[in-house]
């Protein structure tokens, strides 16, 4: 009796244990905190400001101009204004871009079904190979390094571009054609951008002042049962919302005061006894959001102990070293910056106008605007039959003969230039038979067969037959819109001489429309655009329902002779050609 009553009584003295041990359960509760990071290695306090030179080649120049580089360059806390005064210099500089390989790659797919029949299935690709040479440097306003010269594009790092697979090689390279392009410029543009992206985050935490928008959490207590869950639970959630009112730019007044109870609460859970189950773990969350508020509170230094009490007491010496490494971090940005809050506002002061390089621009008032003359050359490059990209100048009949342009170009090739003193024998001539295309000013001109039906009422049948001519592409993609000039009537002017020049006054442009798988371009007209709808049919629904037509009214294609005629020679000014081409040019 004596035994069964010794073990009744060590039963019910262990259950008293159990029930007084509460089980302890934490979670993570998340909020976002702001903030303004201070640089890693800081400039004087008065440096605002910074410029950037971008020296291009050609073939960038092609597609990015030196301005639209230089303004994709950002560092925060700091304006770009070229020509100031102490301030940060930034020298890129871009050698050719070149694609050293234009191939047709292909694979083979081999299925088998139940009968064992083998099936093979053939898939085409486009393949370019291309390299291009960048570089760069930042210099501080005393003209030293923040960042040492870098070939960030090496020109013997061959890199590759991959079109989509088609089912036949003809498919793949008529993608190519229609949007070659395209490609060349969406290319370059990554790899711009790839640049300019490196040097603004390596900027933006170097010598910049970056905004952040922080994930960070508190541990709260997830045990409903225990008897400190709706105290905990209140209390956090009440810091997390404190924690809201924090910007980069500002914090509460009278941080130290405000904060005090939530320090007392979690103090006071960091006092208990971890001998008793459970309260480690209270213990390791209160020590824990101690350490992350005094963090966020710009107190590295108490968060820094806090933490040390997780590694000394073996309770998260992970956590622990962790929030140790963060709150080094931050004493020693404190330090170099003499400044100690991660919460203020960075005034920048008004650019000098007067310094800032002028961009072509005449702003006197009252002065007659003197158009400069044409240059004598402009840079590009001609594509010649086999792919291959030459770089070089042309002679410059694009703006005052654009005409002539169509009928062939002079150029130089750049390593026969030589600065404009070049040899006469280095002079090619190029007709619209003998290349692919070529790349002027941002414009792509690629040759094109056309008759000039005009051409007869001047008395020259035979200039009317089918020809190719240069034409600048002002719309890409399956359906190509081109432009065609039409010789201009000569003038008898007198200067000196009796010399015949052109009469710009009455220069006729044409657009010209290249539709998939022809050779020959046709005049834009309502009919010949209405042919093009029609090999598509829910574009050509659309276009006859009027949702092509700017005052959204039907169009009715069925016309009388006189419409017939007006369709076939010009085109509709109530269509919409920018959304018709869209639609036809989607895959």
């Known amino acids: 009796m004596q035994k069964i009553l010794k073990l009744v009584t060590a039963f019910l ?20 905190i702001k903030r303004t990071f201070l640089p890693r290695n800081p400039l004087a306090e008065d440096v605002f400001f910074y410029g950037v030179n971008v020296k291009n080649s050609a073939s960038v120049r092609q597609y990015l101009q030196e301005d639209e580089i230089a303004s994709r360059i950002k ?118 951008n790839g640049l300019t992206n490196r040097i603004s985050s390596y900027l933006r935490y170097e010598i910049g002042f970056a905004s952040q928008e922080l994930n960070e959490y508190f541990w709260i207590l997830d045990s409903k049962k225990h008897d400190e869950f ?46 008793e189950k459970g309260n480690k773990k209270l213990v390791y969350a209160a020590l824990f959001n101690l350490s992350i508020l005094s ?95 030459v770089e070089g ?38 007709s619209p038979k003998e290349l692919k295309g070529m790349a002027v000013e941002k414009k792509l001109y690629i040759p094109i067969l056309f008759s000039d039906i005009s051409k007869l009422a001047n008395g020259s049948p035979l200039g009317a037959t089918s020809k190719k001519y240069f034409m600048e592409v002002i719309k890409d993609g399956k359906y190509k819109l081109l432009k065609y000039f039409e010789a201009p009537p000569s003038t008898m002017v007198f200067s000196g001489s009796m010399d015949a020049k052109p009469n710009l006054d009455n220069l006729e442009v044409f657009t010209i429309l290249l539709s998939p798988n022809e050779e020959k371009g046709k005049r834009l007209t309502t009919s010949t655009l209405e042919d093009a709808l029609m090999t598509n049919k829910v574009a050509f629904d659309k276009y006859q329902k009027g949702e092509y037509s700017l005052n959204g009214k039907p169009i009715n294609v069925k016309r009388d002779m ?22 036809l040019n989607k895959k």
């Open 13 to 32: 003295l262990f259950a008293s244990v159990q029930s007084t041990a509460q089980r302890v359960d934490i979670d993570k509760a998340k909020f976002v």
């Open 230 to 275: 709706e105290n905990n639970q209140k209390i956090t959630k009440q810091l997390i919302e404190e924690m809201k009112r924090f910007t980069a730019n500002s914090k509460p007044e009278n941080v130290d005061e405000h904060f005090k109870p939530y320090f007392d609460y979690f103090n006071k859970l960091a006092k208990l006894d971890m001998e």
């Open 393 to 430: 100048y042309f002679f410059n009949e694009f703006v005052n003969a654009p005409w002539e342009v169509q009928d062939g170009i002079r150029f130089i090739p750049a390593s026969l230039f030589n600065d404009g003193k070049y040899d006469k024998k280095s002079i090619e001539k190029y």
């Open 295 to 389: 963090y966020y509170l710009d107190d590295p230094i108490q968060s820094k102990v806090i933490a040390e009490r997780l590694i000394k007491d073996d309770i998260d010496e992970k956590d622990g070293k962790e929030l140790v490494k963060n709150a080094d971090y931050l004493i020693d940005v404190f330090k170099k910056n003499n400044k100690f809050s991660t919460h203020f506002e960075r005034k920048i002061p008004e650019a000098d106008v007067s310094l800032i390089p002028k961009k072509n621009t005449i702003s006197a008032a009252n002065v007659k605007i003197v158009e400069a003359p044409a240059a004598r050359f402009l840079e590009g490059f001609v594509i010649t039959p086999d792919d291959k990209e």
């Open 562 to 583: 006189i419409d017939r005629m007006t369709a076939k020679s010009s085109l509709d000014k109530n269509i919409n050609l920018e959304a018709i081409m869209e639609e």
């Open 75 to 192: 560092i925060d806390g700091f304006q770009r204004a070229d020509g100031q005064p102490n301030s940060v210099t930034i020298n890129m500089n871009f050698d050719e871009f070149i694609v050293r390989k234009n191939e047709l790659t292909s694979r083979t797919e081999e299925t088998k079904d139940k009968a064992g029949k083998v099936t093979k299935s053939y898939y085409y690709r486009i393949k370019l190979t291309y390299t291009l040479g960048a570089a760069y440097e930042v210099k501080s306003p005393d003209s030293k390094d923040i960042v040492k010269y870098v070939n960030y594009y090496d020109n013997n790092d061959f890199k590759v571009w991959e079109s989509s697979e088609y089912s036949t090689s003809a498919e793949a390279n008529r993608y190519y054609n229609d949007n070659s392009a395209s490609i060349r410029a969406n290319i370059l543009t990554n790899l711009v």
